[in-house]
DNA sequence: AGAGTGGGCCTTTTT
DNA sequence: GGCCCACTCT
């Protein structure tokens, strides 16, 4: 250990070393942006096991597996050496790893399946289906929408009664229904035994509450608990980590109100505020040192989050030095807003600066759509952060289904996907076959099964059930991977899709990623809880410098020195959706505080003045842009005069009558060519 | 009745 | 690009 000698009063400030070394009992850690939050967490970690605490007795809780990652690679940077045992990771792998030991406490078994959105959604609609809900006569919410309400109560804690009311006011004489439905989801997926996200957590904090003696020995073990971004969290989360800490209190959080943005999956911002009245005996400590952004972006930054009523009151403090004012940059239409990021990129990297140093940041994922095709256009090589992942791609899921009912022959969801992808087999067979399968018990039963299903289905069925004998003699997650390739899937992906090389190619890496594990179920755990592999492949394939593209969502923790935060118009962002809910303008100001202090060196706003295709509509900049005191922006002209739209000036156009319109009012597409004069 | 196909629609954020 | 719907075909 003592050629580790980290010294720690030189590599931590006065805040953070604090932190380190006072850390015991219940801490709450208000890390603003760029404070080092991640190095104190990590250095605390360091500590605590020079101190002679065993790896096995830490638990750290991040929110995103990167996080998780980043922070046990840190750790051993600094131990030089892995923190073998450390538990390390989001709730809901932590999660995972322990039901899989109490399974059986709970009434699954430790296979039990893992359902990602997709499956619950899959599921949903033959809860729809058995039911006999008449969908059409009355337009009713489709899968999505209901698990998205049924997952929101249970992550709140509130009535599904209340939930549909709040969020789904047109539902309201639906209730019952809807009741039932989330009933019947609820008897499906035990009898595929199978727990969906929601239902990790929920397990977890019901095993918590009632096995006394589980608590006390899993409280016992973690003598040290730690948290990242607790204003993340939501009651469950919340109770589950009180419970965990039942036997010493030990509760380190670490988490920012400013940066809390999760509230739409039930995140409790009161989380955070409340701790220290949770908690008795808190010790409270504050990073305001923000070692990351100019202080022209703090600024920026302190300004917009001022507004915000509900929040510890802070200030971030800035220690680079001056550079120059964040752009503000309005642009005839979205692809002359694209046009300028591209163009401002090359200029960029002309000078100097490497790709993988710049971001471009959204508000929603399809926001991106024309700046990649113009990235396209000049080959400026990205990568996109918050499209889909590489186990959701479609391909790569289908497989999976056929290893998944290998695993677990009960899993209905992995089921429905199967049948579903025979030619001449709709939900309506599947369900009849569904109905003999379910009687199996064993993979290999199914695989006997003799069925006799509609004409046109047999050939389906039987050409599924060649592969399934395939697959009853193995067991290794490559091997069954494999398997799938040259089976009646081949085919089907080569009769599917134009590029279907590239999706053999995809799954291909997927039987190499499979070759990592041995397990089954380890293997089909780790894809349902892991988002990173297409990244980091990609990034590891190719190892170029890429410009990234994210939501902000998905950029929170992390940073660039170039970042442009584009679609700033009002309309768009603050989203108007968001803003219905009863919180969300303050968590939208939020999100735009998130993008605005991921940026190191320089920031660009960007904002189209007109977006549509049949009408046009005109926007403002949105109300962040407009907040803002003018000084602290830098307007940026793409017609090389002082643009009308400077944030703080109305719009002012005139339709094709003639009439004055202001703000973001609806014109006919006529109108186009004058917008041009506008800039 | 149920499967398949073509076209019109919209798109918040995620483990 | 994905999802849902309406229409057509078996």
Known sequence: MRETAIVYEKELNPEQLAVVREGDGPVLVLAGAGSGKTRTITYRVAYLLEQGVLPQEILLLTFTNKAAREMLQRVALLLKREPVGLWGGTFHSVANRLLRRYASELGYSQNFTILDQEDSHLLMKVCLKELRVDTIARKFPSSSTLCGLVSYARNAQKPLREVVEKRYPNGRDLVTIIERLSETYEVHKHQADAMDFDDLLLNIRTLLREFPLVRRRLSEQFRFILVDEYQDTNTIQAEIIRLLSEAHGNVLIVGDDAQSIYSFRAAQIQNILRFPEIYPGTKTFRLTTNYRSTPEILAVANQSISHNMDQFEKELVAISRSLEKPLVVPAASGAEEARYIATRILELVNQGGSLSQMAVLFRAAFHSQALEFELMKRDIPYEYRGGLKFFERAHVKDVLAYVRVRANPKDEAAWLRLLGLQSGVGLATAQKILQSVGQAQTFEEVCTLELSVGKRAQNGWDQLKKTLVKLSVQLEPADLIRTVLTSEYRDYLEAQYPDFMDRLEDVEQFALFAEQTEDLQTFLSEVSLTDEYGAAR??????????????IHQAKGLEWDNVFVMHLADGKFPSPRATEEDAGFEEERRLFYVATTRARKR??????????????????????LQELPELLLEPISLRGRTPLASPDEPVVVFDDLGERVEGSAQIGKSFLRNVDELL
């Open 538 to 551: 990609t990034q590891e394939a190719s190892g170029e410098d890429r410009l990234v593209l994210s939501t």
């Open 603 to 624: 920031l660009a706003f960007t904002y189209p003045l007109t977006s549509g295709y049949d009408t046009l509509i005109l926007h403002q900049p949105s109300v962040f």
